[in-house]
């Protein structure tokens, strides 16, 4: 990505992938009580993922080379596999365990997109 001139289309559609994650954690940490256990450790997940995105889009945007890039984007990977496997034997809710499993693809299609940019 920093090498030559950026793909506009790819930093167009790696730009929506970061927001949607990013409103995805804002809304799912907003509606969070945190009176049980498990919803205190969502919630600690998602400040971990949010801090995380805030890491990839500032890579991004000093234009660090191509690996920062990746790692930043394959940490945030990481992050949301992890919530997922945390709420794995817990009695979160449906709708709750489908937007931590939807931040987790969307993830995973930041970190494919930046390795297919990168060759």
Known sequence: MSGNAPNQALLEALGKLIKDVQD???LLGQGLSRAKPWQRQLSAHLADIDRQLQVLRMT???EKQDGEIL???EQLAGLS???GAALAGSRVDPTTRAAI????????RIRTTLQEARG
């Open 24 to 26: 995805l954690v804002m």
């Open 81 to 83: 596999r992890l919530a």
């Open 60 to 62: 991004v945007a000093m």
């Open 71 to 73: 790692e930043a984007a």
């Open 101 to 108: 499993k939807l931040i987790g693809d969307l993830t995973v």
